[in-house]
């Protein structure tokens, strides 16, 4: 049966032996090797169970190696130093979860004087919306020349609107300190919210959901893999995660026939296989073009790039939606992901929450392989973000890269290099 091949890539290769690899694998009932990378925690959930159980006067975790550095700077702002002048200095790096959690948590801390800080770009990213509902309850804070001056108080509750379109953090922020109001606090949100998915699993943990240490492991993470099986034609065991996991990302299986993955479960975790057999060679010219994937991203911002860039990968063009936030993230990620399609060879146009992309057809490119034509490197920059630099990676399973600012994935998940290798990418990381 033929199947179709990635537009620049042709046969899809047996993984080479290292030790590395070989230390991961494990065989299944029917004697196929899965492989077995190793998730980072999630730090969506790291970092909420983090304000609560300091909420409770419950301790800390300590961090082990498979912390973030987006859960060192939730706890780094949670324990923020007294200093000799009364004021706290907190300081949230690029972190735009601790900085938003932060600053909601010490606005509800009766008495806390603290100085929450950021990085340069964090701080031109979206939160007056939260600065304005937090004031509403009578927290005082100001603008100040690395971040904002906070003075808490105890928050008397009642109705309170927050603008949530630009982020879901902010009703989150909220939700997290609600229980320390004298009153019920009802957080609104006419406006509109981006990504409600995030904000539900913040209500189920504010509500009783466990705080138990250590969190599941990262579906944000993990769908980076699920569409590298797709690409590569390997399986693999992916430990510690759930198919109904308060993640709102686990709805990323829902995809796998369109981005040529399936997931099922095993104990401990779930195993992702390719929902098409690799072939030895393909013959473009007979099969049918892959239909167009019209796909709305509102719920699930951080698997859009990826999710877009695997489809191209794949020859597959689309329409993606609901993706007004991106250009305020770390980067500026839906430029940034035109940039990577255009490189690629797709054409890309884009509008304020939209992009429309079409890939090439494969046959030109499977002909110069065949003829032996060197494939140029590409040169790519991921802009210091770690989602965009999961996306080169992935194109690096069929293109060869070089990638500027690799460093970046350890704001989410620092041993992404080590544990994407069981795909053996073809990148070069300066």
């Known amino acids: 049966m ?3 091949c990635a537009w620049f890539g042709a046969p899809v290769p047996e993984p080479k032996s290292s030790p590395g690899i070989l230390a991961k694998r494990m065989f299944s009932r029917s004697g196929t090797i899965m492989l077995r990378p190793e998730l980072p925690y999630a730090k969506s959930i790291a970092n909420r169970v983090m304000v609560l159980r300091s909420l409770r006067g419950m301790a800390l975790p300590e ?3 498979q912390w973030s550095d987006d859960m060192h700077a939730m706890r780094r702002v949670l324990e923020a130093p007294l200093g000799k002048d009364g004021w706290r200095l907190a300081h949230a790096g690029p972190s735009g979860m601790a900085y938003r959690f932060g600053m909601a948590y010490w606005a509800a801390r009766p008495g806390a004087r603290v100085l929450l800080c950021a990085d340069d770009r964090l701080r031109n990213r979206p939160i007056q919306a939260l600065v304005d ?3 509403s309850q009578g927290a005082l804070i100001e603008p100040a020349e690395l971040g904002w001056r906070i003075q808490g108080v105890r928050l008397p509750g009642g109705i309170l609107e927050v603008d949530s379109r630009l982020s879901s953090q902010f009703a989150s922020a909220l939700t997290l300190v609600a229980e320390t109001a004298d009153n019920p606090l009802e957080i609104k949100w006419s406006s509109g919210i981006a990504s409600a998915p995030y904000l539900a699993m913040t209500q189920k943990l504010a509500q009783g959901h466990s705080l138990n240490w250590p969190p599941e492991r990262d579906w944000s993470a993990a769908f980076v893999f699920l569409v590298a099986v797709g690409l590569r034609g390997l399986g693999i065991d992916l430990m510690g995660l759930s198919a109904d996991s308060i993640q709102g990302d686990a709805a990323s299986m829902e995809w796998g026939g369109d981005l040529q993955f399936r997931v099922s479960g095993i104990d401990g ?3 992702v296989e390719p929902s098409h057999a690799p072939i030895a060679s393909v013959v473009v010219e007979l099969l ?5 994937w019209d796909v709305d991203f509102k719920g699930f911002p951080d698997l859009a790039m990826p999710a877009i860039v695997a489809a191209a990968l794949q020859g597959r063009s689309g329409l993606a939606s609901g993706l007004l936030t991106l250009n305020l993230k770390e980067s500026p990620r839906l430029d940034a992901t035109v940039y990577m399609l255009r490189a690629l060879g797709c054409i890309a146009e884009q509008g304020p929450d939209w992009l429309r992309w079409s890939a090439p057809d494969g046959a030109s490119s499977q002909a110069d392989q ?3 034509s060197v494939v140029q490197r590409l040169e790519l920059d991921c802009l210091d973000d770690h989602r965009m630099a999961f996306c080169a990676g992935l194109i ?3 293109r060869p890269v070089r990638l500027r600012q690799s460093a970046a994935v350890s704001k989410s998940f620092p041993d992404f ?3 994407f290798s069981v795909f053996e990418p073809d990148i070069e990381l300066v």
């Open 2 to 4: 033929l199947e179709r």
């Open 63 to 65: 961090p082990d190696a």
């Open 133 to 135: 509902a937090l004031r």
């Open 269 to 271: 975790g779930l195993r």
């Open 288 to 292: 049918p073009p892959l239909p167009a």
């Open 370 to 372: 065949a003829n032996g």
């Open 396 to 398: 690096a399973l069929r």
């Open 417 to 419: 290099w080590k544990e």
